[in-house]
């Protein structure tokens, strides 16, 4: 879309029940309002008509501004997002020596989350220290890679594979009209608690910038407590948009 940028009413990413969208801005005016949904809702892939996704984006108040700009592209359909992770190194032993994979070639994001990039660079300065240690020792080399890249970038493959699971199971709970049960652990529950604390907000800012692991920041003294204390004291806020069948009827 090109045009007067809009302004923000929402964050950058905002999750509706059974999509999400994403508002980011570009350089010349432009700006783009990328669409996530299950991919086994097939109701919703007719949003591929710049219509119908016109349509999305005006039923949602806090975002039909971001729809009014002029559209340069059509809309642009992209699948097969999934999360997917190599190892070379099995039971132990490297099944191939030589070879090191780094960033996306060695896992690969929902970029919903936009830690990519991140995760790439993590992952890179790891293997130029593993690299630099063991210049001439192939063996040693596999394995000093594996073990960082298992104590340094996997455990942020893990944290995007949780929340990917939990967001799926909101949306498919959402597509078959069940309510999503309240969150049960911290991670689940930080969405909503940063909403109401500060501490918790920061909390939720270590993590979604990479700068330090979930598992980490909810072992800080009453910090687990504290999040699942605040999200149980506010019911979730949902951000205004027609229920689904409502939608669907639009979409139709
Ligand atoms: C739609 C989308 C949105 C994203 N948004 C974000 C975001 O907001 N923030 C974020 O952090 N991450 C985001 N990501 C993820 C991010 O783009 C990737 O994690 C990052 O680009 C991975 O970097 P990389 O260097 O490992 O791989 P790549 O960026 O894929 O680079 C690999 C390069 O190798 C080249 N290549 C492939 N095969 C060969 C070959 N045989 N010979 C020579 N060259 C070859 C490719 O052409 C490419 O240039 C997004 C990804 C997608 C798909």
């Not at 099944?95 to 890179?124: F, K, Q, Y």
Request: net charge negative; aromatic share 6%.
């Amino acid at each position: 879309m090109r045009g007067a940028q809009p302004s923000y009413r929402t964050g950058l990413l905002a999750h509706y029940p059974s999509f999400s969208l994403l508002t980011l801005p570009g350089d010349a005016q432009t700006w783009s309002v990328p669409v996530f949904m299950f991919s086994g809702d097939a109701a919703l892939k007719t949003l591929r008509d710049p219509n119908r996704r016109t349509t999305l984006g005006r039923a949602c108040p806090l975002h039909a501004h971001w729809i009014d700009g002029e559209a340069i592209t059509e809309v642009l359909p992209m699948g097969g997002v999934t999360d997917h992770y190599r190892r070379f190194v099995v039971d132990g032993a490297p099944v191939a020596t030589e070879i090191l994979s780094v960033g996306d070639a060695w896992a690969c994001t929902n970029p919903v989350n936009g830690r990519g990039i991140s995760m790439g660079l993590m992952h890179a300065e790891g293997t130029a220290e593993v690299v630099r240690a063991h210049p001439d020792d192939p063996l040693r080399l596999a394995c000093a890679h594996d073990a960082m890249t298992e104590t340094r970038a996997t455990p942020w493959y893990r944290d995007t594979v949780v929340f990917d699971r939990a967001r799926t199971a909101q949306i498919v709970a959402a597509i078959s009209g069940r309510k999503v049960p309240p969150p049960t652990d911290p991670r689940g529950a930080l969405a909503l608690a940063m909403q109401h604390g500060a501490e918790v907000f920061c909390a939720f800012l270590e993590i979604n910038s990479l700068l330090a692991l979930p598992q980490d920041v909810f072992a800080g003294p009453g910090v687990a407590d504290r999040i699942m204390e605040v999200a149980a004291a506010h019911p979730a806020v949902a951000l205004p948009c027609p229920p689904r069948d409502e939608l669907l009827r639009l979409l139709a």
